[in-house]
């Protein structure tokens, strides 16, 4: 088993910045990408970015410029830095993850959500 803790979400002003970071624990033999989503209240859950083990980044045009995805593999964590913060940011954000086991099966892992909010 393999468990994602979420941490950095909060209240924060528009313009401000967050730093989420979510670490990964448990039995790992080696992960694949690691990535956030969120989800506002009303909304679908919608990709935010991820990162793969080679470092290569998938993420969305309209954040580009504002959230950026890093990742420590030496500390099983995947960091999102998010400047100039919107009231339209406002979501759950959900780390994830895709391991693989000893057998190369794929199992995906989904942290509980870290609420961040955003006044105007």
């Known amino acids: 088993q393999v468990q994602l803790v979420e941490s950095g979400g909060g209240l924060v002003q528009a313009g401000a910045s967050l730093r989420l970071s979510c670490t990964a624990s448990g039995t790992i033999f080696r992960i694949d990408a690691m990535g956030w989503y969120r989800q506002a209240p009303g909304n679908q859950r919608e990709l935010v970015a991820s990162i793969n083990s080679d470092g290569s980044i998938d993420d969305v045009d309209s954040l580009k410029g504002r959230f950026i995805i890093s990742r420590d593999n030496a500390k099983n964590t995947v960091y999102l830095q998010m400047n100039n913060l919107k009231p339209e940011d406002t979501a759950v954000y959900y780390c994830?993850?895709?391991?693989?086991?000893?057998?190369?099966?794929?199992?995906?892992?989904w942290g509980q959500g870290t609420q961040v909010t955003v006044s105007s």
């Open positions: 994830f993850g895709y391991f693989l086991d000893h057998t190369h099966r794929v199992h995906d892992y």
